[in-house]
Structure formats: C-alpha cells, structure tokens
Nanobody, 123 residues
Framework: QVQLVESGGGLVQAGGSLRLSCAAS????????MGWFRQAPGKEREFVAG????????YYVDSVKGRFTISRDNAKNTVYLQMNSLKPEDTAVYYC????????????????WGQGTQVTVSS
C-alpha cells in the first residue's frame, strides 16, 4: 500500500504560479511511476502530467505544455508539479497518483490516489 498526500494548492491570480507537492509513504520501496490529474466541477478527471520512476520519461497533456513542470525526488518520496502562467481554466482539484506501469495517461491504470488539493485561478 502507498499513501499519497498532496499539498500546495490555493487561490492565485491568472498569470501566477503554484507548486504542488505529493508526499508518498508506505510501500515506497517499489518503483512507481507518478501522475498528476485534475478534476474541474462538472467535468471528468483528466490526466495532466506523468513521470517515470527514474524521471527518464516525462509527458504532459497539451494544454499545460510549456507552463507546467513535473519532477520528483525519490530520496524524499515526493513528486512536484510546478505550475506557471496559470489560467482560470486550470481551476480544479489536483490529484497525484501512483502506477506500477512504466507510464500511463489513463486514470484506470493508477492504483493509488491522494485526496486532492484545490487550485483556484481567478481572472
């Protein structure tokens, strides 16, 4: 079992930045790829960014490319999502998740999820 806890969400003006963190505990000796997802009100949860265990594979949804950066520090069991140039359409609850696959954009392939952190971008 892996427990994931997100932090770093909040209210920011359009054009601003936030850095989300996801701390893992429990069975962290296993090599999990990690992903960030988001869910806006009335919408389905969508993939945002993913990173393999060794950080050799990093990938994003097109709408955040050039603005968001995913990274991880395995020594700290933590994954980050640096979000710059935020837009009102980035408003959502952001979740981190872990998968045993090398990479995935499908939420159904992620076994472990955090509780989410709210990001609100005002115009």
């Amino acid at each position: 079992q892996v427990q994931l806890v997100e932090s770093g969400g909040g209210l920011v003006q359009a054009g601003g930045s936030l850095r989300l963190s996801c701390a893992a505990s429990g069975r962290t000796s296993s090599r999990y790829a990690m992903g960030w997802f988001r869910q806006a009100p009335g919408k389905e949860r969508e993939f945002v960014a993913g990173i393999s265990w060794g950080s050799e594979l990093i990938y994003y949804v097109d709408s955040v490319k050039g603005r968001f950066t995913i990274s991880r520090d395995n020594a700290k069991n933590t994954v980050y999502l640096q979000m710059n140039s935020l837009k009102p359409e980035d408003t959502a609850v952001y979740y981190c998740a872990a998968t045993t696959l090398l990479r995935s954009r499908s939420l159904n392939e992620y076994a472990y999820w955090g509780q989410g952190t709210q990001v609100t971008v005002s115009s």
